[in-house]
């Protein structure tokens, strides 16, 4: 139990163009889920909270307008990173919240060319 | 400000051997403690947690981890380390239930060798 799926699992796309990244719990409803982003050696850094129905909550930082963020679902989350660019390729991990710990999808590679 | 400092980047170890991952962490209030593990293609698996009680937890898999305050640490440990181990491990700190905020370290890759 308490899967969560990412798709595309990698994707590569030019620079300019948009980029939809959708994270499910597939066995479990989740009214808060979270998505990280994860560089080379580095931690996974926290980029917002969402949470069904309502606006998403961002970390300090991090441009909404540039990661948007909609959770229509109690099992779906979907993030959309807006006119891509090479700075922006990396590692975007969701998780998905059902009672008191968070479960991880496996990840979403993203290169901007 | 929260934080969480994980020393090794890449440790090699012998199937057999016992294992050691170390976190150190800085947190403002009373820290909860996490072990993940990250295998490739695969999203981050729990494998154990401290809120209070016991300093000693035991986990998944055989690993278990003891937080010492005194220390500002919560390392990782394996008495026989088997090739499946090998993989991305990671310390967090997180508030209340560790459903919210978690900050992460920056990972230890691990390495079994036959």
């Known amino acids: 139990g308490a899967v969560v799926s990412q798709h595309p699992s990698w994707v590569i796309c030019k620079s300019g163009t948009s980029v939809k990244i959708e994270c499910r719990s597939l066995?479990?409803?989740?009214?808060?889920m979270f998505w990280y982003r994860q560089f080379p050696k580095q931690s996974l850094m926290l980029m917002a909270t969402?949470?069904?129905?309502?606006?998403?909550?961002?970390e300090q930082g991090v441009e909404k307008d540039k990661f948007l963020i909609n959770h229509a679902s109690l099992t779906l989350s979907t993030l959309t990173v807006t006119s891509a660019h090479p700075e922006d390729s990396s590692f975007y991990i969701c998780?998905?919240?059902?009672?008191?710990?968070?479960?991880f999808g496996p990840g979403t590679r993203l290169t901007v060319l | 400000a929260q934080s969480v400092t994980q020393p090794d980047i890449h440790i090699t170890v012998s199937e057999g051997a016992s294992l050691e991952l170390r976190c150190n962490y800085s947190y403002g209030a009373t820290p909860y403690l996490f072990w993940y593990v990250q295998s490739p293609g695969q999203g981050l698996q729990l494998l154990l947690k401290?809120?209070?009680?016991?300093?000693l937890v035991q986990g998944i898999k055989g690993f278990e981890a003891e937080f010492k305050r005194s220390q500002s640490s919560f390392n990782l440990r394996k008495p026989s380390v088997h090739w499946s181990d090998a993989a991305e491990y990671f310390c967090?700190?997180?508030?209340?239930?560790?459903?919210?905020?978690?900050?992460f370290g920056t990972g230890t890759r691990l390495t079994v060798i036959p």
């Open positions: 967090a700190v997180g508030d209340q239930t560790g459903a919210n905020n978690l900050f």
């Open positions: 969402s949470n069904e129905g309502s606006k998403a909550t961002y």
């Open positions: 998780s998905a919240r059902p009672r008191d710990e968070q479960f």
């Open positions: 401290y809120f209070s009680g016991d300093t």
């Open positions: 066995d479990f409803q989740a009214t808060t």
